[in-house]
């Protein structure tokens, strides 16, 4: 018999009538992985492999997109404008906390062979299933929208203000289709194509840091020296509120499951679970890299200055086009290719994370195109109709801006609380559950990113409302969430509890 410690989920033979995350004719053949391993089966994790890290090297890059999404990067500017280079050092725990979080994603799906979306639809009762459903979708919508919105705003700086936002939304639309295209070719072919997206990322903000010339030593020192005052207190919050999203917990815990391993072998977990480790935390570090490119920038060229407070996404390129000049790349015109390839890049994996989150949850056996389509008008049609309404209005769209980062600060409890729960029990994962000392650290993540989104809450109503209905406003919607996300913790550990 098996010895306990080294039982694992068998959750490999998974029914064919179900919707899952990869058919077995789109999974990456890790070469060894997949061969009979005495080693293995034993539970002894096979040596180091630079050829199985490459073949594993893919899921962390399409998830560290959401760290790059438009909503950041407008983060990233906006502290590095108001703050100048005192928030680097918070930037840099941000992603740290974002990673701990997505590992527990990875964990979850390679333990168990189930993404998220599929494990909450077979774990919660219907009521609940329903309520986390819906707040999926509607995170995922809120900053698809976002990042449609940071898309568009590039296309019409590319343009000359030629084409006006909605003419922006309906080609951002396309991307749908060159997600599609780029899928039927297999995912490494989609894995390689994100790949250059973040390098053009990289080499576009890296451009920028080259013609302003921020500080190093400041740099080092805002990196490696904590320092926070009351008056970038909303920057701060900012910085650590937009780096965990929603909808990319559901994304990454699908990702992985693109890989054929066998799960009923616990080495051969194990060691995809240290190739994802290694590959993710690589991804983070690039993409850590780049948000400090557009930090500093900002930091460089507009701390403590007159429009500090006043640049966003819209405007941001023509400051800068204003301050250093053409030359022979112009500023304007490197800035919105990185937010434009930023835009896409997060829609098309927005995109994809739709597909899992439907499927996962709802159970749906529909065709993949049939459900990106469905995925991309749920964001497409609000963001036209935003579109036709704003057009004229970069304050407009700031505002909305802020109004949508209500709306993914209010979700991400109903992404972590689950994940967090799920991945304590070891009915669900096995020898793989996470330890007592990782799952203190992991709730106190958790508790800390709540609570700061809570902050930004609060204080984004207090600045929007005022009088009796600002009390009003702010007491319900306090109550509710705080009330539901108390019966989501004592639910899900009630649910999983050892009989």
Known sequence: MQPEDNKVPLLSDQDSDEDVAYDSGEKVHILGINEPDDEASLGVVPPFSWKKLWLFTGPGFLMSIAFLDPGNLEGDLQAGAIAGYSLLWLLMWATAMGLLVQLLAARLGVATGKHLAELCSEEYPTWDRMVLWVMAELALVGADIQEVIGSVIAIKILSNGALPLWAGVLITASDCFIFLFLENYGVRKLEAFFAVLIATMAVSFAWMVGETKPSGTELLHGVSVPKLSSKTIKQAVG??????????????????????????????????????????????????????????????????????????????????????????????????????????????????????????????????????????????????????????????LDTLNEWLNVLQSFQIPFALIPLLCLVSKEQIMGAFRIGHVLKTVAWIVAALVIVINGYLLLNFFSSEVSGQMFTSIVSAFTGANLAFIIYLVSRGFSLFDTP
């Not at 200055?305 to 996404?313: P, R, Y």
């Not at 053409?326 to 304007?332: A, F, K, M, N």
């Not at 459900?371 to 309404?389: D, F, N, W």
Request: contains cysteine.
């Open 239 to 396: 910085v650590v509120g937009c780096i965990i999203m929603p909808h990319n917990v559901f994304l990454h815990s699908a990702l992985v499951q693109s890989r054929e391993i066998d799960r009923n072998k616990k080495g051969q977990v194990q060691e995809a679970l240290n190739y994802y480790s290694i590959e993710s935390t690589a991804a983070l570090i690039i993409s850590f890299i780049i948000n400090l490119f557009v930090t500093t920038v900002f930091a460089k060229a507009f701390y403590d200055t007159e429009i500090a407070t006043g640049i966003g996404l819209g405007n941001a390129g023509q400051y800068l086009e204003e301050k250093y000049g053409g030359g022979l790349l112009p500023t304007l015109y490197i800035w919105a290719i990185g937010l434009l390839v930023a835009g896409q890049s997060s829609t098309i994996t927005g995109t994809y994370a739709g597909q899992f989150i439907m499927g996962g949850f709802l159970k749906l056996k529909l065709k993949k195109w049939v459900r990106a389509l469905i995925t991309r008008s749920c964001a497409i049609i609000p963001t036209i109709i935003v579109a036709l309404v704003f057009d004229s209005s970069e304050a407009a």
